[in-house]
T-cell receptor
Framework: GQNIDQPTEMTATEGAIVQINCTYQTSGFNGLFWYQQHAGEAPTFLSYNVLDGLEEKGRFSSFLSRSKGYSYLLLKELQMKDSASYLCAVMDSNYQLIWGAGTKLIIKP | ETGVTQTPRHLVMGMTNKKSLKCEQHLGHNAMYWYKQSAKKPLELMFVYSLEERVENNSVPSRFSPECPNSSHLFLHLHTLQPEDSALYLC??????????????FGPGTRLTVL
């Protein structure tokens, strides 16, 4: 079957750096997405990786290793507003998104 | 209005009621989706419409009935639901139904409680 694994919850300190990991086993691969979802709000797009390597976008970076079935989302200079759930999703060979259960990130002052 | 909107935002219904969820996208997209989001579980894709035709139905019980009258509007008709159907129902849209890059834009969801 298809599977996306990510930690259920993580805690970090304001101003610090946190890395949220995602491992996947899917039927084919057409890209990996990261979304941010604040409580009670819509998921919003953060990043898309289809080739190996690091994509940097401001304080957020996303890394992909297709051979290892692994990605991470790196958040730098954490702010209280970064407290949210972070969803990893992989597009399989049928272009269907397979979603992880999300990682709840708690930022402490 | 911009983006993807959903109404109502909250809905409480009994198991014998009939209700409908509405989604509207103002992005000019050709594909729309219904997802179910339960606590601590992955998003579950329910239905996909591309150019107003249903292209995906992931074994969803018949008590959920989608309707897509045009590419901007999507409905989810509900009847005789069960308490385990209580969840957040998210609508999303994307430029096309298929493609190697297909960012989805989500609405804020409808929080459904079935008593």
């Amino acid at each position: 079957g298809q599977n996306i694994d990510q930690p259920t919850e993580m805690t970090a300190t304001e101003g610090a750096i946190v890395q949220i990991n995602c491992t996947y086993q899917t039927s084919g691969f057409n890209g990996l997405f990261w979304y941010q979802q604040h409580a009670g709000e819509a998921p919003t797009f953060l990043s898309y990786n289809v080739l190996d390597g690091l994509e940097e976008k401001g304080r957020f970076s996303s890394f992909l290793s297709r051979s290892k079935g692994y990605s991470y989302l790196l958040l730098k200079e954490l702010q209280m507003k970064d407290s949210a759930s972070y969803l990893c999703a992989v597009m399989d060979s049928n272009y269907q998104l397979i979603w992880g259960a999300g990682t709840k990130l708690i930022i402490k002052p | 209005e911009t983006g993807v909107t959903q109404t109502p935002r909250h809905l409480v219904m009994g198991m014998t009621n009939k209700k409908s969820l509405k989604c509207e996208q103002h992005l000019g997209h050709n594909a729309m989706y219904w997802y179910k989001q339960s606590a601590k579980k992955p998003l579950e894709l329910m239905f996909v419409y591309s150019l107003e035709e249903r292209v995906e139905n992931n074994s969803v019980p018949s008590r959920f009935s989608p309707e897509c009258p045009n590419s901007s509007h999507l409905f989810l008709h509900l009847h005789t639901l069960q308490p385990e159907d209580s969840a957040l129902y998210l609508c999303a849209s994307s430029q096309d139904g298929q493609g190697s890059y297909n960012e989805q834009f989500f609405g804020p969801g409808t929080r459904l409680t079935v008593l």
